[in-house]
């Protein structure tokens, strides 16, 4: 089955500077592959998602690439303000039944 | 969006009783349901995953006589932890998966305390 892996488990970063998160999988039949944020006690958020038949995506300060070649994706946060403080999960699908498979997490910290 | 309810949000119960939680889609039916746990600081592990009209499929490790899954409806499936103890505790999150989409929503989890 599916195997993620994400680093850094910590980051921590000056308000405005940007942040990248990255993961690898295993399985390179995976097409999809979102990025959750989780604040403390709360329920994980999408964020953004890719799909494999792109590269790139990006929402506002939020941008995912994807390396289908060397199974790895990447989040990237420009800017970055207090409020993005929280736990970001990458994530990819299994496609042995569509269960989402999840990295170990990233807790991000941005001072102000 | 599709919004998926779960209940309750925090138990509290006595070692070997059982708990029974509810994962509701609101607004979309859902042949698909999965249930998670996430204990502090460590990420969200699948525990099973919940199909309407049949039995759930348990991941590696995860005892299914302990925790039962019924999906009796496209709306709602249940996740009873049965005889619970005191490493039970945990963080307990379902999703419902919008088939449409493949995407799945989250609902916003179950505190659960043994003592």
């Known amino acids: 089955g599916e195997n993620v892996e994400q680093h850094p488990s910590t980051l921590s970063v000056q308000e405005g500077d940007s942040a990248v998160i990255k993961c690898t999988y295993s399985d390179s039949a995976s097409n999809y592959f979102p990025w959750y944020k989780q604040e403390l006690g709360k329920r994980p958020q999408l964020i953004i998602d890719?799909?494999?038949?792109?590269g790139e995506k990006k929402d506002q300060r939020i941008a995912v690439t994807l390396n289908k070649t060397a199974k790895h994706f990447s989040l990237h946060i420009t800017e970055t303000q207090p409020e993005d403080s929280a736990v970001y999960f990458c994530a990819a699908i299994d496609n042995q039944g569509g269960k989402l498979i999840f990295g170990q997490g990233t807790e991000l910290s941005v001072k102000p | 969006g599709a919004v998926v309810s779960q209940h309750p949000s925090r138990v509290i119960c006595k070692s070997g009783t059982s708990v029974k939680i509810e994962c509701r889609s609101l607004d979309f039916q859902a042949t698909t349901m999965f249930w998670y746990r996430q204990f502090p600081k460590q990420s969200l592990m699948l525990m099973a995953t919940s199909n309407e009209g049949s039995k759930a499929t348990y991941e590696q490790g995860v005892e299914k006589d302990k925790f039962l899954i019924n999906h009796a409806s496209l709306t709602l499936s249940t996740l009873t932890v049965t005889s619970a103890h005191p490493e039970d505790s945990s963080f307990y999150i379902c999703?419902?998966?919008?088939?449409?989409?493949?995407?799945?929503?989250f609902g916003p989890g179950t505190r659960l305390t043994v003592l």
């Open positions: 890719i799909r494999s038949n792109v």
């Open positions: 999703s419902a998966l919008l088939s449409s989409y493949n995407e799945q929503f």
